[in-house]
């Protein structure tokens, strides 16, 4: 990879846009998935059947621009995603070598069509930190991020409200959240590295191939 912002894919899905014809929708959901859990695959589920979505793309960064997850390395992360996106010929998988959305959309340009609709999918939490970010320039900032892509923003817990934002006005439309189901919104990474480090299995709150995976490597304490 060079010095600007790139993907390398693990994972090319069989059925996604490279297979359909016209216009399409790309998903991108990045994160640390440390580990991946049911939770992200519902999220990628909602929102490829609500926004018809042809192609899902787990973005994992090779580094993160907030932390760094410290217990599980980049290679175990990316085995896990491959054996939970190994059911969906519609999911694809990459690294980055940036975190910073801005980032990856730049990286997205060297392997799909301008034309794409693309939609970055994440939690409440993320969306407040991106929203509310205090970046050099916000007004443009803002400006780039939405030119380029839409937000579809997770409902986890409770009441989702918007920043009460006049520069977030011009974007509203390009705003859209998602309910989620009831069973997946306390699941999280962190949940699940807790119940590992006390012995338990995860099996439930990440795809069965995982907790094999978790408990055969003895991830998080397990």
């Known amino acids: 990879m060079g010095s600007g912002p790139a ?11 490279a297979a359909t014809g016209g216009k399409a929708a790309l ?3 990045g994160g640390t998935f440390n580990p991946v859990t049911s939770g992200h695959l ?20 090779a580094r993160l621009p907030h932390r760094e997850p410290r217990e599980a390395s980049l290679e175990d992360r990316l085995a896990m995603l491959e054996l939970a996106l190994r059911p969906y ?24 069509s301008q034309d ?14 991106i929203l509310r970010w205090n970046y050099l320039d916000r007004k443009e900032a803002l400006r780039k991020m ?30 859209h959240t998602l309910e989620m189901p009831a069973e997946c919104q306390h699941v999280s990474s962190t949940q699940v590295r ?3 480090g006390q012995g338990k299995s995860a099996e439930g709150l990440v795809p069965v191939d995982v907790a094999t995976y978790i408990r055969t490597r003895n991830l998080y304490g397990s």
């Open 89 to 112: 010929p519609r999911y694809s998988l990459a690294v980055s070598t940036h975190g910073i959305f801005l980032d990856i959309a730049q990286a997205l340009k060297s392997h799909y």
């Open 146 to 175: 939405f030119h380029r892509f839409e937000l579809v923003i997770a409902r986890r817990e409770g009441e989702l409200r918007l920043p009460d934002d006049p520069e977030l006005a011009p974007y509203r439309s390009r705003i």
């Open 116 to 129: 794409v609709r693309l939609l970055f999918l994440i939690g409440a939490d993320a969306a407040n930190r």
């Open 42 to 61: 519902a999220l990628a589920g909602q929102a490829q059947e609500h926004f018809q979505l042809d192609e899902v793309l787990f973005v994992l960064p």
């Open 194 to 196: 807790e119940i590992c």
């Open 27 to 29: 998903g991108v959901l």
């Open 7 to 17: 993907l390398r894919f693990i994972r090319r899905a069989s059925q996604g846009i």
